[in-house]
């Protein structure tokens, strides 16, 4: 039985890669959904690696807020 995770799921559909038009047809847009507006402008090639990174983004800051719901989070020196 697959976990179903809800903010994978967000995630997932949060943005949306849009190829620009125009003269330079090798860029893409990330548009972001929730806060509707434009997050950055990528090489077109990039827009899969864009958004393996940003998925493993948001599972490291998912794994940090849980970890932060039992206390500050410290660090020896």
């Not at 997932?12 to 959904?33: F, M, Q, T």
Request: one cysteine or more; proline letters at 4%; glycine letters at 6%.
């Amino acid at each position: 039985m697959t976990h179903f995770d809800p903010a994978v799921a967000v995630a997932a559909n949060r943005y949306l890669i849009v190829p620009c038009e125009g003269r330079s047809k090798d860029l893409a847009v990330i548009w972001d959904r929730l806060e509707e507006q434009v997050v950055d402008v990528i090489d077109r090639r990039a827009a899969a690696r864009w958004t393996e990174e940003d998925a493993l983004w948001d599972e490291g800051r998912a794994a940090l807020d849980g970890m932060q719901e039992h206390g500050p989070m410290r660090m020896a020196a």
